[in-house]
C-alpha cells in the first residue's frame, strides 16, 4: 500500500506522489519507486525493493503528511501505512522480499531481456542453483552486494539501483538474524519451484546439455530479447538509463564459468531442510535440485 501511495502508477495519490518526489530531493536521494506496472509480480518484489532503498525516507514522509492532515477525519489507510512502516519486523520482512528481487527475480528478467544466447540458457541455470546452495548454506552472503556481476554474469544493475537495500540489512542491524532465517527459508522455496518448472534445463534434463557446434552456430540469432518480444507482460524500467541489460559476450566454448559450491554434508547438490520446522512443528517438504532420473 505504501507503494501504491508513493509511486507514480497510482493517480488517487497525485498528491502525496508529488510531495513524496520533492521530500525525496529535499533528502538527496531522487525517487527510486518505479512508474511502470506492466510486469505486476515483478513489480511487487521491485516495489519492496523501492521501499527498503527508502528506509530512511518512508517512516519521516508519512509522519510528516499525517501531521500536516488537515481533514477532521483521521485517515485510516495514512496511518496504517505509517505504523506499518515504523514497524521494525514489517521492515525486516519488506527487505527480505528487496533481497529475493535484487539478487533472483530482477537479474531474471533482465536475463531474459537480454541479448543472450537462449542456447546457454541450461547453463544460467546450472549456475544460478549453485547458487542456491551457497546461500542455503550461509544466507548472510545475500546481505552483501555483489562486487562485479550478478549471479547470471551481468551488471548488478538492481543492486545498483537501489543500494539502500544493503545498507539497511548492514552489520549494526537488530534484526538481521530474523532477515537471514526469513531468507534461508525463502531460498529452500524458491529453489524447489524452480526446480520443478525449469527441471528440463538442469543436469539430467532434456536440454541440460549444450547443444552441438552446428545446432549452436543455427540457434545464434536466438536471443533472450527476441523470444521475448512478444511476451505480453514486458518490462520497461523506469531507470533505464542507470542500468544495463546486456549479457557479458559468451566465451567461444559457448559456456559460462561456474562456481563450486557442491562441498557440504548430505549428498550432493541437495538443499536440507531438515532444521526447517513449520510452525505446527512439522519438518517442511525437502527440496533437492538434481532431478533424479
Not at 123 to 149: G, N, V
Not at 241 to 266: A, F, H, T, V
Request: aromatic share 10%.
Amino acid at each position: 500500500m505504501a507503494s501504491d501511495i508513493l509511486s507514480p502508477r497510482n493517480r488517487d495519490w497525485q498528491s502525496s506522489q508529488s510531495h513524496w518526489i520533492a521530500f525525496c530531493e529535499e533528502k538527496n536521494n531522487p525517487s527510486r519507486l518505479a512508474a511502470n506496472q506492466s510486469n505486476k509480480f515483478n513489480n511487487y518484489f521491485e516495489a519492496a525493493a523501492g521501499l527498503v532503498h527508502h528506509h530512511k525516507e518512508v517512516a519521516l514522509f508519512f509522519s510528516d503528511v499525517l501531521s500536516l492532515n488537515n481533514d477532521n477525519f483521521s485517515n485510516v489507510i495514512l496511518e496504517s501505512v505509517a505504523a506499518d512502516a515504523s514497524d521494525s519486523i514489517i521492515q525486516c520482512l519488506v527487505c527480505v522480499l528487496a533481497i529475493i528481487y535484487c539478487k533472483i527475480l530482477g537479474p531474471y528478467w533482465q536475463l531474459l531481456k537480454s541479448g543472450g544466447e537462449f542456447s546457454l540458457f541450461s547453463q544460467y541455470m546450472l549456475r544460478l542453483f549453485q547458487r542456491f546452495l551457497d546461500w542455503s548454506k550461509d544466507p548472510s552472503t545475500l546481505l552483501e552486494p555483489e562486487e562485479i556481476t550478478n549471479v547470471f554474469l551481468q551488471c548488478p544493475s538492481q543492486e545498483k539501483t537501489f543500494d539502500g537495500v544493503f545498507d539497511y540489512c548492514g552489520e549494526w542491524h537488530t534484526n538481521r538474524d530474523l532477515i537471514k532465517a526469513c531468507l534461508k527459508r525463502a531460498i529452500k522455496i524458491i529453489a524447489g519451484v524452480t526446480e520443478e518448472h525449469l527441471k528440463n534445463f538442469l543436469p539430467g534434463g532434456t536440454f541440460s546439455q549444450l547443444p552441438s557446434p552446428d545446432l549452436s552456430l543455427q540457434l545464434a540469432s536466438c536471443k533472450f530479447s527476441v523470444l521475448m518480444a512478444k511476451y505480453p507482460i514486458t518490462h520497461v524500467y523506469p531507470y533505464k538509463k542507470k542500468r544495463s541489460d546486456k549479457s557479458p559476450k559468451p566465451s567461444s566454448q559457448k559456456s559460462l564459468p561456474l562456481e563450486s559450491s557442491q562441498e557440504e554434508e548430505g549428498r550432493p547438490g541437495s538443499l536440507d531442510n531438515s532444521s526447517d520446522e513449520s510452525p505446527g512443528g512439522k519438518a517442511m517438504k525437502t527440496h533437492t535440485l538434481w532431478p533424479t532420473r
